[in-house]
C-alpha cells in the first residue's frame, strides 16, 4: 500500500511539472507595454498609461513592460530599432516570482528622429512590439 502511494504521489508530481512546463512555452507572458519618456515600474501604471504616438529626440526613452506567468530569473530581450536598424539590444532577467515588471531604457544620445521600434524576445519569438515618431 506504502509503495502504491509513494509511485501515485511520484506520478502526479510528474504530471504536474509536465502541465507547467507545456503552458510556459505557450502563452504570451507580455501583460502591459508602454513605450513613451516616462518611467512607469507598476502594473496599474503601465496598463493605465497612455500610448504617446511620438516621443522626443534627445531624451531616455523608456519601454516599461509587465509579465505575467514569469517565474523568477526568466530572460526576455528589449530590442530597439530606429528606420530598422537595431540599436541596442538589452536583455534581462524578472526580479519577482510569477509576475512584475522589466523597465528597459534607450539612452538619450541613441534616441534619433525616425521611426522608433521597441521588441520584447523570448527564445527568438516576438511577444509583443510597439512602433513610434521620434521627433
Not at 502526479?12 to 510556459?24: E, K, N, P, Q
Not at 530590442?79 to 534581462?92: A, F, G, N
Not at 520584447?120 to 516576438?126: A, L, T
Request: aromatic residues 8%; negative net charge.
Amino acid at each position: 500500500m506504502k509503495t502504491l502511494k509513494k509511485i501515485f504521489l511520484l506520478g502526479m508530481a510528474v504530471l504536474m511539472i509536465t502541465v507547467s512546463l507545456a503552458g510556459c512555452g505557450q502563452t504570451n507572458t507580455v501583460e502591459g507595454l508602454v513605450v513613451s519618456n516616462e518611467l512607469f515600474m507598476e502594473k496599474d501604471d503601465i496598463e493605465g498609461a497612455t500610448q504617446p504616438e511620438q516621443v522626443s529626440v534627445g531624451e531616455d526613452v523608456y519601454a516599461c513592460v509587465y509579465f505575467i506567468e514569469s517565474p523568477k530569473g526568466m530572460e526576455y530581450t528589449g530590442k530597439w530599432y530606429i528606420d530598422d536598424e537595431e540599436v541596442k539590444s538589452d536583455p534581462q532577467e524578472t526580479t519577482t516570482d510569477m509576475s512584475g515588471a522589466i523597465v528597459y531604457r534607450l539612452e538619450a544620445d541613441s534616441v534619433k528622429e525616425g521611426i522608433l521600434k521597441f521588441e520584447v524576445v523570448y527564445n527568438n519569438e516576438i511577444l509583443s512590439s510597439k512602433e513610434l515618431i521620434v521627433k
